[in-house]
Each structure stands twice: as C-alpha cells, then as structure tokens.
C-alpha cells in the first residue's frame, strides 16, 4: 500500500488508486515502503543525483518549491511537517514524492544516502530549483507552495497561490475580495477580447409577408401564373335594384337616343344635297340655253 497525506489526514491506497484521491485536497507528500516499491522505479532512479547527509546539520528546515522524488540508498530520518500532522519516518529502501509545497524539519537518525530528481507540473523532469532565483510562497495556511509565476496580493498583504484563492469559501473568500493578480511579483490586467459584431436578425415583418403573400394574390382573384379564382359576387338585396345595374340600364337607353339625333341630322344633310343638286342642274341648264340662243343669233 501507499500512504498519501493530506493536510492533517492520512489515506492508505494502492498505487493505481492514486489518480482518484480527492483533489481538493492538497497532497503533502507520498511514501511507499520498501517491500512495495515497483523495480522500474528502483531502476530509474539509478539514473538520478545522490544525496549524502556526511557534511551537512543533522537538523535543519526545508520547503520543496518543486516536486521531488526520492529513493532511500540508506540511513534514517525522521520528518516533522509544519502544518501539524505526524511526524513519519524514511529510512533505506523506501520512496517518498515530496509534493510542491511541502515544507518540514529533517532529523537524521542515521547517516543517509538518497536518490533524488525534480519533476514539474507536468510530470516530467526538470531542472533544480534556483536559489537566488526571486520567490514568493503562499500565505495560506498549510499551504506554503511557491507561486511566483502567478498569484494574489490581499488587501490583508498576503500572497494567496491560484489554488487556495479558488477554493476558498466564506469568511476567507471575502478576506480576498480586492486582491492584486500578479504575474512574476508585478500586477497583471487581462487583455478584454473584442466582441465580436453580432449578425442583424431578419425582421419577423419579412416573413409575414412572404406569408401573406398568397391571402393577398387569392384576394385579387390570383393564384399563380395560370390559375384564377373568380371573386365571389356581392349579394343583392330583394326589391332594390343595384348602383350597377342602375348604371348599365342608362348605358344601354343612351345609344338609342344618340342614334336617333344621328339619323335625323343624316336626313338633314340628304336633303339640302338634294336642293344643292336640283340648283346645279337648273343653273347649268340656264347657261346651256343662253348659249345656245346666242350661237342661232350669230348664225342668222
């Protein structure tokens, strides 16, 4: 099995249980006792830096900014965490994933020698820390995990790490309202994106048009190129004659009457053509005679 401890709390879990364990809770550190350790890690860690206590205080505090996983080569120490829980053990032939964050006071019981590799947030190695390189720690209790790259400033002058500024509730979420996002120790405001210019909504009247489009057509006595819908008739009342017929029985009286003036003016016009005719002839029978009369005179 592998004991896991969270703040102030201890879970037993096999390894592939790992993956499941709470993750709003904050992972101190992982140990794996010797007879369970997996031999590809034995193997790997061959490959990692060695550590030996000879030289260095027996005692002595120590914060991991960056996670470390150890394999004990041999010796024994004794470690103290500083939010409180129970101090534990490690001693040769057992494997400890000391999480960011983690801060404790060594006690070596016996001279130690220890495999060692940095990883990163994404679980691959990476290069030692830098001790001159600028930090910032967490002020939240039980925290203490580095968080230079980013973080918030309260107004109570605390640097509060992403993590425990976003699940914080109650009384300590209000204590952060106001607080600084900082990036590298220096205050950082978020670029706003640009909105997008909506796309214009068609008018509901468009519609209602190409609807009523038809009732309209069918209205006027069309439907379509072809087809055609007589209008109804409109209905007569009983014993009243219509503006309509009215109006076509006074236009079928005028045509007789403009006829009739028609005829009598034609009769007018024949007869005076007569009168006009008959004074022709009598005038021209009038000069022939003269004529005539004068030719026998010259004749004698």
């Not at 364990?21 to 794996?32: C, G, K, R």
């Not at 495999?115 to 967490?138: L, R, S």
């Not at 519609?207 to 009523?212: H, L, N, V, Y």
Request: with cysteine.
């Amino acid at each position: 099995s592998v004991e896991v401890i969270f703040q102030r709390t201890t879970v037993r879990a096999s390894l592939h249980e790992l993956p499941h364990l709470p993750a709003e809770s904050m992972v101190l550190y992982t140990l794996t006792r010797a007879p369970e350790v997996d031999e590809a890690i034995v193997k790997a860690s061959t490959a990692w830096d060695v550590w030996d206590s000879k030289g260095d205080p027996t005692k002595f505090p120590y914060e991991y900014p960056v996670e470390e996983r150890v394999l004990i080569i041999c010796g024994k120490a004794e470690l103290t965490p500083d939010d409180g829980s129970e101090p534990f053990t490690i001693e040769a032939g057992d494997a400890v994933r000391f999480h960011v964050g983690f801060a404790c006071n060594w006690k070596v019981l016996e001279p130690m020698k220890k495999y060692f590799q940095y990883y990163g947030d994404d679980g691959k190695e990476c290069a030692p820390p830098d001790p001159d390189a600028p930090k910032i720690a967490c002020d939240n209790e039980g925290c203490g995990k580095e968080c230079w790259d980013e973080s918030f400033y309260t107004k109570g002058g605390l640097d509060i790490c992403p993590r425990c500024f976003k699940k914080a509730r109650g009384a300590e979420k209000k204590s952060y309202i106001g607080a600084v996002h900082q990036k590298k120790g220096e205050a950082f405001v978020e670029e706003e994106e640009e909105e997008a210019p909506k796309p214009k909504r068609k008018r509901a009247r468009t519609k209602a048009k190409t609807k009523a489009a038809p009732r309209r057509q069918q209205k006027k006595g069309v439907v379509g190129a072809e087809e055609e819908v007589a209008a109804p008739e409109p209905k007569k009342k009983k014993g009243a004659k219509t503006k309509a017929a009215t109006q076509l029985g006074n236009a079928e009286e005028q045509p007789t009457h403009h006829t009739t003036r028609a005829e009598a003016h034609e009769k007018h016009l024949t007869v005076d053509a007569a009168d006009v005719n008959d004074d022709n002839r009598t005038t021209r029978s009038e000069s022939a005679l003269a004529k005539a009369s004068v030719y026998r005179r010259r004749l004698e």
